[in-house]
T-cell receptor, first 111, second 113 residues
Framework: DQQVKQNSPSLSVQEGRISILNCDYTNSMFDYFLWYKKYPAEGPTFLISISSIKDKNEDGRFTVFLNKSAKHLSLHIVPSQPGDSAVYFCAASPGAQKLVFGQGTRLTINP | DSGVTQTPKHLITATGQRVTLRCSPRSGDLSVYWYQQSLDQGLQFLIQYYNGEERAKGNILERFSAQQFPDLHSELNLSSLELGDSALYFC????????????FGPGTRLTVT
């Protein structure tokens, strides 16, 4: 039962453009959502998070949007840079319990 | 560098064997989490310890066990290994019991032959 789904295994974006990574969830008990970024041969690193009481959170070039009615969140990266090429994982937490991760989306930024 | 260390980096062993993976959390972090990432899969939560006590359990097999020691380092023991146990095993830590904003180690790659 995949409670957190990232339906795009990969995404390719031109440098300078916007990258939009999507994530859907099924469990309405999820109240905290996070995005992690992972480079090869390294562990995931925390990028940005959002509580279910908000619908948007911004940190520099990264913005996360949450649509609770659609059970959908997205990560926007503007402008995209070559160093953003990595695997991005969406994760969700039901009431300060364990994190449930999606399968990841590999983002490639082309020069 | 997240401050979380994991040893060994790589481990190759045979089916039926037992291995121990070790994790040292960031200084000051009381929670340790273990995850398994198989090929092309997301991270599957296995187990969490907080200040020496088991706090949450995920999809951890009965052949696997973990503990957190008084100095807060943690070990994940995998026994009666099967080919399907080949995966990356990540340890993460956080300050509090809440699983938000975890810091991940570089992982241990386990290959079972």
């Amino acid at each position: 039962d995949q409670q957190v789904k990232q339906n795009s295994p990969s995404l390719s974006v031109q440098e300078g453009r916007i990258s939009i990574l999507n994530c859907d969830y099924t469990n309405s008990m999820f109240d905290y959502f996070l995005w992690y970024k992972k480079y090869p041969a390294e562990g995931p690193t925390f990028l940005i998070s959002i509580s279910s009481i908000k619908d948007k959170n911004e940190d520099g070039r990264f913005t996360v949007f949450l649509n609770k009615s659609a059970k959908h969140l997205s990560l926007h990266i503007v402008p995209s840079q070559p160093g953003d090429s990595a695997v991005y994982f969406c994760a969700a937490s039901p009431g300060a319990q364990k994190l449930v991760f999606g399968q990841g989306t590999r983002l490639t930024i082309n020069p | 560098d997240s401050g979380v260390t994991q040893t060994p980096k790589h481990l190759i062993t045979a089916t039926g064997q037992r291995v121990t993976l070790r994790c040292s959390p960031r200084s000051g972090d009381l929670s340790v989490y273990w995850y398994q990432q198989s090929l092309d899969q997301g991270l599957q939560f296995l187990i969490q310890y907080y200040n020496g006590e088991e706090r949450a359990k995920g999809n951890i097999l009965e052949r696997f066990s973990a503990q957190q020691f008084p100095d807060l380092h943690s070990e994940l023991n995998l026994s009666s290994l099967e080919l399907g146990d080949s995966a990356l095993y990540f340890c993460a830590s956080s300050v509090a019991a809440n699983p938000d904003e975890q810091y991940f180690g570089p992982g241990t790659r386990l290959t079972v032959t």
